[in-house]
């Protein structure tokens, strides 16, 4: 998970709890594998009520009392990030 607080940014995959709330009208990014959040949608939505909504929408957006709650599946990620290179395609970070 990673919490976007403007200049601030926080990884973390335990205290859930604890930590979740933090990211309240900040941008928060929720790791997926296949569709699934690595976090229980239970506790996700004690926080964020409704927001598992972002898993159907098509920009695996949903946004909760200000806070944009964003699905990202790492492995897509990594996949399309291998196809880039099987292209010969440099990433940004690799032209700089």
Known sequence: ML????????AFNT??????PLAQGNILLVETHRGIP???IA???AIYPNASSGLKAPN????VEGTRILFVDF??????LD???ECGLETKSEQE
């Open 3 to 10: 919490v976007d607080g403007g200049l601030r940014k926080s």
């Open 43 to 45: 506790v996700l939505e």
């Open 38 to 40: 690595i976090v229980s």
């Open 75 to 80: 492995a897509k990620l990594s996949s399309m």
């Open 60 to 63: 695996s957006l949903a946004e």
């Open 83 to 85: 196809v880039l290179d």
């Open 15 to 20: 205290d859930y709890n604890e930590l979740l």
